[in-house]
């Protein structure tokens, strides 16, 4: 394919003069790969549910904060997981988590051509941040001392990426998206991760309170200890 054939490469992506030679256009609808994400993410919040409901030690707010773990689990480890390791060939590959991604790219072009930035944080994201949900929600169940701490650092690195991933894009004019597009742009840019401040930000404060309340009462029985002396 010659130079200026490459550049008259139909695709759904913006800026509407990117040019990906290698695109190939999804043979799955928006409806099939949404109901697969929300359906199997659906399936992780309802397993952990019902897991964190055995125990009966656990309030209702602990345990949907353990479903979110386990649902950031799957998609930072396998979905993102997916895009760090095929992110030079997502715009031509057929397969169903290429094609997924190829759907989202059409609120976030970065994706498409895979850009450094976000190449970068995802592999991050995947590499850390999907077995440390996991590990999460174990610590949890087993009652580790360490379950704020990694609670705390997840949310963290969370909250920093995602802060990351607006701010890039706003220096960029939103150049990427269609802007203001009720589903690529409100939904698939805005809503979809925007929850990754918004939880996030909740989560550290309870951990904050949590691990706070902890130093108080070791710094108390020190006290103690000392006067006893």
């Not at 003069?17 to 359906?39: G, T």
């Not at 390791?85 to 970065?110: A, C, M, N, T």
């Amino acid at each position: 394919m010659d130079a200026a054939s490459a550049k008259k490469t139909p695709h759904p992506f913006w800026p509407r003069d990117l040019v990906i030679p290698s695109y190939v256009a999804n043979d799955r609808s928006m409806s099939e790969i949404l109901v697969f994400l929300f359906s199997v993410s659906g399936g992780f919040l309802l397993v952990t549910w019902l897991i964190t409901g055995v125990a009966g030690r656990l309030g209702t707010w602990r345990r949907l904060a353990l479903c979110w773990f386990a649902v950031c689990g799957f998609i930072h480890s396998v979905i993102e997981g997916w895009f760090c390791l095929y992110y030079d060939i997502l715009p031509g590959d057929q397969s169903f988590l290429s094609q997924l991604w190829k759907e989202y790219s059409k609120g976030d072009s970065r994706y498409v051509i895979a850009d450094n930035f976000t190449v970068c944080m995802e592999t991050v994201t995947a590499v850390l941040w999907g077995p440390f949900s996991f590990w999460t929600v174990y610590s949890f169940l087993t009652t580790k001392s360490y379950r704020f701490v990694l609670q705390l650092i997840i949310s963290l690195g969370q909250i920093y990426g995602a802060v990351l991933y607006f701010f890039t894009e706003h220096r960029d004019g939103y150049v990427h998206s269609e802007f203001g597009h009720p589903i690529y742009f409100w939904f698939y840019f805005i809503f979809m991760n925007f929850l990754w401040i918004v939880i996030p930000l909740v989560l550290i404060v309870d951990a904050w309170r949590q691990l706070s309340a902890a130093q108080s009462l070791s710094d108390s029985s020190k006290t103690q200890k000392v006067k006893r002396k």
